[in-house]
């Protein structure tokens, strides 16, 4: 008798063990499963959004594609700009959304309107998907901001840079920010600086800086001046 009525006493107690601490034991299980299925599906849903972002950016850039020694067509620009909206918008903060932002930047730079440009490229700063681009994107906006002859802004944005891939670009753009203003010396500095800060992957570069290096030793501040104009308009080469 006594045997079974320990028996007993020792289901009694388990029972009671399990109720009170079932949840310390089973809730762990529970979150945990919950918690990958959620991780797995959220993980998915990034993977499948990634792709349409990857599949819009890709019509667009079919959209701005002209042919050899031809100019994109009024409709086209207008066309491609509607897309390169709707990509920014639809997968805002992530690297299509600043890729589709620079587009932009670019068809409003060549088009002439200066101020879209600022906008577009200030939204590609103000987001946090990727460095490398944000660093494009200040180098862009720096010269955007020299056209329209915001001279202080533009060499805020380029005065200096960790990013070893555009310490040569962001010198060459404050050379051409001084040559704009006269200020042969600074330039002459710069564009050195631009020459000898160059990478392997960017030494195409070093014949039209050694060309900006002449310009900038010449006494025709004019013809300077004019040559530093064009180079901070164009969107080419940044």
């Known amino acids: 008798m006594s045997d079974h009525i320990t028996e007993e006493e020792q289901i009694e107690a388990i ?7 079932w949840a310390s034991i089973v809730l762990p299980v529970v979150i945990l499963i919950v918690g990958y299925a959620g991780w797995s599906y959220w993980g998915d849903y990034k993977e499948a ?3 349409e972002g990857s599949a819009a950016f890709q019509v667009l850039l079919e959209k701005v594609e002209a042919q050899p020694g031809q100019k994109l ?4 620009i207008a066309d491609a700009q509607l897309e390169a909206q709707s990509i920014a918008s ?3 903060g992530s690297l299509y959304a600043d890729m589709s932002n620079l587009l932009l930047a670019r068809l ?18 103000a987001s946090p998907a990727n460095e490398s681009v944000v660093g494009l994107a200040k180098a862009r906006l720096a010269k955007v901001y020299a056209a329209q002859g915001k001279y202080a802004e533009a060499s805020t944005l380029v005065g200096s840079t960790e990013q070893e891939a555009y310490k040569a670009l962001y010198a060459e753009i404050r050379g051409d920010i001084a040559l704009a203003q006269g200020d042969l010396p600074t330039a ?10 160059l ?11 050694d060309l900006k290096i002449q310009a900038s030793k010449t006494e025709d501040v004019a013809a300077a001046e004019a040559g530093a104009a064009e180079a901070v308009v164009s969107p080419e080469g940044v």
């Open 15 to 21: 029972k009671r063990w399990w109720s009170e601490n």
């Open 49 to 51: 959004r990634a792709q």
């Open 73 to 76: 067509s009024a409709d086209a």
């Open 90 to 92: 639809e997968f805002s």
């Open 108 to 125: 409003a730079v060549e088009s002439g309107k200066l101020d879209e440009a600022e906008a577009a490229l200030n939204a590609v700063i």
């Open 188 to 197: 002459h500095t710069a564009y050195n600086e631009a020459l000898n800060g």
């Open 199 to 209: 990478t392997s992957a960017q030494y195409s570069r070093r014949g039209l800086l």
